[in-house]
């Protein structure tokens, strides 16, 4: 059969990847054309339409001032699509592209499958309209999702959580390779991760250094984002020894003894790692003002939101300083607090299971797609 699949970010170039792994296991006839990146190309074994670092705009401004090249994709996306007449439309996350893509397609009479649901739950719950007129299967990866579409009448997969996948299968270098790989000495490590946009290293990184020379008995290192480029956060470590490693993400999570977290899929991966950690979000103040406005959820986080409480500590726009900060990080590099989050981060493994999420929405995927031919 013939897929195409579309994914719009680092994120959903992982788990696109694994999605066509299975497919290929599952259906040795696959056939692919998709947006997204090069673990998607080195999976697929042929480029993307369109990659996702040509995709991956973040917020009104970001949106506003890359508006043709966003047009631009829309277009292409939509040529290739007609061109390629797959068997489905498979969409992975990043929904203000996704949901359009999915009308276009529903318009022309292809089947729809999300995978990966779009946060409707956080704000512009609205949107559930869409998801119900135009997906014609819904496959969700936080427990939470279920009764959230439920209420809106509509049939969600709980297919597991494919962060889960990638952590349980991840087999690293250990701790004497990699601290021999780069160069670093035997102190305990706290791992930074701003995040995989430049405009969250703008907001976040430079709050996250302030704290590094208050911690010497640690060693700070910064995990760089795949879509990012080591001059992209030159500006913000100019007099600053801490090196930034690049593609080792599982890595430095797997020994790092405490992080400090942008908030996003991140937060979920260092706490499967077990890896006490603080989290942090910052944005422009009428961003935020705004946001407050919409989003209706009580945690910002992935690990408080599905565990429905303030497990780790979220430090939030003007929360976000330094003094907050230190304290906070102290708090978890030693003592009850750090014992206390270990134990909420066992409880959230078994919330979200072990099955593997690629293996079972492909076979979901593949069921409709014999069933109705």
Request: charged share 20%; aromatic share 12%; glycine share 6%.
């Amino acid at each position: 059969m013939k897929y195409f699949i579309i994914a719009g970010e680092a994120s959903g170039d992982l788990h696109a990847s694994n999605l066509i792994i299975s497919l290929k296991k599952l259906d040795p006839d696959a056939d692919f054309e998709f947006l997204g990146g090069d673990l998607m190309q080195k999976a697929a074994k042929h480029t993307p339409v369109i990659h996702y670092k040509r995709m991956a705009f973040m917020g009104f401004a970001d949106v506003l001032m890359n508006i043709r090249t966003i047009l631009g994709n829309f277009k292409k996306a939509k040529k290739a699509l007609l061109e390629y007449h797959p068997d489905v439309v498979i969409l992975v996350d990043y929904p203000g592209f996704n949901l359009k893509m999915a009308a276009f397609a529903k318009k022309n009479d292809f089947k729809t499958h999300y995978y990966i649901s779009p946060k409707l739950w956080a704000w512009k719950e609205w949107r559930v309209k869409k998801i119900r007129k135009y997906v014609d299967k819904l496959f969700v990866i936080l427990p939470f999702e279920i009764p959230f579409y439920n209420k809106h009448n509509i049939k969600a997969e709980y297919v597991g959580n494919p962060v889960v996948d990638a952590v349980m299968n991840y087999r690293g270098m250990g701790r004497n390779a990699f601290l021999q790989a780069f160069n670093l000495s035997n102190k305990p490590i706290i791992a930074l991760l701003p995040g995989s946009r430049k405009q969250e290293l703008k907001m976040m990184l430079p709050g996250l250094l302030s704290v590094a020379k208050q911690f010497r008995d640690y060693q700070f290192v910064i995990s760089g984002a795949p879509g990012l480029t080591k001059a992209d956060y030159e500006a913000y470590v100019q007099g600053v020894d801490i090196p930034i490693i690049f593609d080792h993400t599982y890595d430095l999570l797997q020994i790092a003894h405490s992080a400090l977290v942008t908030s996003g899929t991140a937060t979920l991966e260092t706490a499967l790692f077990k890896v006490p950690q603080v989290v942090v979000y910052k944005t422009y103040n009428w961003q935020y003002y705004l946001g407050k406005l919409f989003v209706k959820i009580p945690y910002f986080s992935l690990v408080n939101l599905i565990l429905n409480k303030p497990a780790v500590t979220e430090l939030l726009q003007y929360d976000f300083n330094p003094s907050v900060l230190k304290m906070e990080l102290e708090s978890i590099n030693q003592g009850k607090k750090r014992t206390k989050l270990l134990q909420d981060y066992q409880e959230l493994s078994e919330l979200l299971g072990n099955n593997s999420a690629s293996d079972k929405t492909v076979a979901l995927i593949l069921a409709d797609l014999n069933a109705k031919g």
